[in-house]
Each structure stands twice: as structure tokens, then as C-alpha cells.
């Protein structure tokens, strides 16, 4: 240990747990140790982007089939744009500069809340492992891409979509009543507020600048 922690009773810059190893890291609730765990695993996430990125390019080298089927294709694009945004661009900066250097900035010993900041980590990378490995069990990617082309579908005025879940067509059709009811309900308030403005103004007619009513 550092003789200054000795003397002066700090934990010293990592405020250790008494935990060693890879223990001292993936169950510290250090900001400076949440950071740089952030920042290590942004940084595979990308690099498994840009993996998947390559593999992308490669099929496209050529016509016809390269190394890949095209459901596979669908799939490889899909968990390409969400590692290099969800996994890559959005928690790049807040969440490993961000925890790694503005509690430092601002004097502060640690964030409000440790133990939450440790479990949105936590979160964060069983979210991203659950992508990367639909992968290989499927239905993920796959599912999300059929799910667009049913989007897809409906934009394009054929029901589809709805012929293969019709519970979804009863709750759409429930929430175009409500929002239709709420429409007409709002202009009649309005139509009966502009009828009342307009018979007060007719009953007391115009007046003056002292409030009296003025002849013409």
C-alpha cells in the first residue's frame, strides 16, 4: 500500500473494497472503476461492430451470395447498427467519461448513487450479450427484421399485420375511438366557450375607456 494511505487513512485513488482481481472491478461501485469498465466494453462492442461491418462489406462484393445467406445478412445488419449506436455512439461519452472524470471535476468523492451506477453497467452489458448472442440461437434479429417489413406493410395500406394478430386490430381500433371522442369533446368545449364569449359581449356591448358604455 501507498505510504501516504497509511498515514493519512485514505483508500487511495481506486477506494478499494478489500476485493482483489477481477472481483475489485465488475463489483466496485468506484465511479473511476464503472468508467473505465464502461469504456473497456464500449470499446469490444465496437470492435465487434466494426467486425460485423467488414462481414457486411465482404457479402456485398460481389453478386449473389457470398458468404452468407440473406436471412443471415438481415440479421448481421440489424445487430450492426444497434452496436454502433445503442452499444457504441449513445455510451461512449456520458457514461465512461462522464463517471470516470465529472464526480472529479466537481470535488465530489463519488456519484449520488453507487451501487445504481454498478447495476446500470451490469444492465448495460447483459443487454448487449443478449444481442450479440441471438445471433446464434436466432429469432432475434430475424424477428426484428420481420417486424419491419410488417411495419412496412401497414404503411402501405394493407392489412397484413393485422391478419395475423387481429388482438392488435381491436386495441388500435379502441384507441382511434378514444382519440376521435377526445377531438370532438374538446371542439364542443371550445364551440360553447366562443358561444358564451360571444352573447356576454353582446349583452354588454362596448364600452369606454372608463368602463361605461359608449353610443354610436
Not at 412496412?152 to 391478419?163: A, D, G, I, K, M
Amino acid at each position: 500500500m501507498n505510504p501516504v494511505c497509511k498515514t493519512t487513512g485514505s483508500r487511495g485513488f481506486w477506494n478499494d473494497t478489500g476485493r482483489t482481481g477481477i472481483g475489485a472491478w465488475i463489483f466496485s461501485t468506484d465511479h473511476k472503476r464503472i468508467g473505465l469498465l464502461y469504456f473497456y466494453s464500449v470499446l469490444a462492442f465496437f470492435l465487434v461492430g466494426v467486425v460485423l461491418g467488414l462481414l457486411l462489406r465482404i457479402e456485398l462484393m460481389a453478386p449473389g451470395r457470398t458468404i452468407m445467406a440473406p436471412q443471415t445478412y438481415n440479421a448481421l445488419f440489424t445487430v450492426h447498427g444497434v452496436a454502433m449506436i445503442f452499444l457504441f455512439i449513445i455510451p461512449v461519452i456520458p457514461a465512461s467519461f462522464g463517471n470516470m472524470l465529472m464526480p472529479i471535476q466537481i470535488g465530489a468523492r463519488d456519484v449520488a448513487f453507487p451501487r445504481l451506477n454498478l447495476l446500470s453497467w451490469w444492465l448495460y452489458t447483459i443487454g448487449a450479450g443478449t444481442v450479440l448472442i441471438s445471433l446464434f440461437t436466432g429469432g432475434g434479429p430475424e424477428r426484428a427484421e420481420e417486424q419491419q417489413r410488417m411495419v412496412s406493410h401497414l404503411t402501405n395500406n394493407e392489412t397484413y399485420f393485422f391478419r395475423e394478430q387481429p388482438q392488435l386490430e381491436v386495441f388500435a381500433n379502441h384507441v382511434l375511438r378514444s382519440v376521435k371522442e377526445r377531438k370532438s369533446k374538446s371542439g364542443e368545449r371550445t364551440m360553447s366557450v366562443a358561444s358564451i364569449g360571444c352573447s356576454t359581449g353582446a349583452r354588454t356591448g362596448p364600452t369606454g375607456p372608463s368602463g361605461s358604455r359608449t353610443s354610436t
